[in-house]
Nanobody
Framework: QVQLVESGGGLVHAGGSLRLSCAAA????????IAWFREAPGKEREGVLC????????ETKEFVKGRFTISRDNARNTVYLQMNNLKPEDTAVYYCAAAVGTCRLHGSPSWGQGTQVTISS
């Protein structure tokens, strides 16, 4: 059974940093693509970054380039989202998702429960 557990959310001031974790249980990350999404109040869920576990290649949405990075620790079966220079508009519930395949071609994703990130101005 695929399980994903996000952690690391919280309340920080604008300009601050947070690192979110997505721990996988019940499966190993090999052969998967792991993506971070976010959903702000009143807005649709949107993709932020994705990593192909097999080769570590990543895809990043333009609106977070230069501020957010995604990385993996295969030994810990965990993917991280490092968020720097946070802005109030980054406030959202952040979810990780896992799918067999790659960021561009994959099966149906499994989702974590989400972690709240709140940025104060």
């Amino acid at each position: 059974q695929v399980q994903l557990v996000e952690s690391g959310g919280g309340l920080v001031h604008a300009g601050g940093s947070l690192r979110l974790s997505c721990a996988a249980a019940g499966f190993t990350l090999d052969g998967y693509a792991i993506a971070w999404f976010r959903e702000a109040p009143g807005k649709e869920r949107e993709g932020v970054l994705c990593i192909n576990i097999s080769d570590g290649s990543t895809e990043t949405k333009e609106f977070v380039k230069g501020r957010f990075t995604i990385s993996r620790d295969n030994a810990r079966n965990t993917v991280y989202l490092q968020m720097n220079n946070l802005k109030p508009e980054d406030t959202a519930v952040y979810y990780c998702a896992a799918a067999v395949g790659t960021c561009r071609l994959h099966g149906s994703p499994s989702w974590g429960q989400g972690t709240q990130v709140t940025i104060s101005s």
